[in-house]
């Protein structure tokens, strides 16, 4: 591990310096992670920062992001490994015309360079420092795929038939992130770190606005992070079937700064609704009474 990250503190610093601000206790998460070298599973609503944790990690790492996107019915073949039938059909031909025997034709036909590597032999085999991996809603896969998953977790090797055992050239930093649309099986947990990944609080959230988006004033920035803070708090938050993330938060403030915006107001909230909403019923739900009083000074209602 670099020596700037060799303290919590470090962490923090060089994470915050590629755009990415972590709280303390993500930032321990991360830190033992990397220091234990495990697996981290982090959990959380949708547009928590989850994946950009893992694009920050490999810019301060100074390795490479490899990424495997989970959805239902994804197969081995497709995370790990599958042969390059074609060459291998190509080379039998060839084989036999010179009158090879078979056994030999097999043979040579299961080697390495007719493996087609997908993202975990890819993680696995990447040359020092290693590379980051990330398993991405790791949720939406099958039961069978968590399974699957677990001697990639355990041991950091995977099993190929025709070859053996092949085992990490250097441990890949391996993050797995899940919107929790299903509960993940206990033997996954037990080999990965855990942390809930929650929305940021108010400073965080302006700071991480600030950084992504600095063409938006100071006073545009924080009238961004109070709205949304708002809108994630109760009773606002029942009136929705998912709030904005943070990735919400920064395209808003983009589009604001966009449209010359100085001073947001409820009208500018209805005409931009589809930026911090992706379902119709979100949208209609944000009405320009309820603009309104979001964007009420807080001491103005106490």
Not at 270 to 277: E, N, P, Q, R
Not at 294 to 299: E, F, R, T, V
């Amino acid at each position: 591990m670099p020596p700037e990250l060799a303290s919590i503190d470090g962490l923090v610093q060089a994470l915050q310096r590629v755009g990415y601000f972590a709280d303390r206790r993500l930032a321990t998460a991360v830190f033992l992670a990397l220091r234990l070298q495990r697996p981290l599973l982090l959990e959380g609503e949708p547009g928590g920062g989850k994946t950009a944790l893992a694009k920050a990690l490999s810019e301060v790492l100074a390795r490479s992001l490899i990424r495997l996107q989970c959805y239902d019915g994804l197969e081995q073949r497709e995370a790990l490994y599958e042969w390059n039938y074609a060459a291998q059909l190509l080379h039998m031909r060839a084989a036999e015309l010179q009158q090879g025997l078979v056994r030999d034709i097999e043979a040579e036909v299961y080697q390495e360079r007719y493996l087609i590597r997908r993202p975990l032999l890819q993680a696995l085999q990447a040359p020092a420092p290693g590379a980051v991996l990330l398993v991405d809603e790791v949720d939406r896969a099958d039961e069978p795929f968590e399974a699957f998953l677990l001697e990639y977790l355990g041991e950091y090797q995977v099993s190929i038939p025709e070859i053996g055992t092949v085992r990490a050239t250097a441990t890949p930093v391996t993050l797995l992130t899940s919107n929790r649309t299903r509960d993940l099986h206990d033997a996954v947990k037990r080999r990965c770190l855990y942390h809930w990944l929650d929305y940021p609080e108010r400073e965080r959230e302006l700071a991480i606005v600030r950084s992504q988006v600095p063409g938006a004033s100071e006073a545009l920035a924080a009238q961004v992070a109070d709205f949304v803070g708002r809108l994630r708090s109760q009773p606002f938050a029942n009136a929705f079937q998912r709030a904005p993330g943070i990735a919400e938060s920064v395209e808003w403030a983009k589009a604001l700064v966009a449209l010359d915006t100085l001073v947001v107001d409820p009208e500018i909230v209805s005409d931009t609704a589809g930026i911090l909403f992706k379902q119709r019923e979100d949208v209609a739900a944000l009405t320009q009474d309820m603009a309104a009083e979001l964007l009420k000074p807080q001491d103005a209602e106490a």
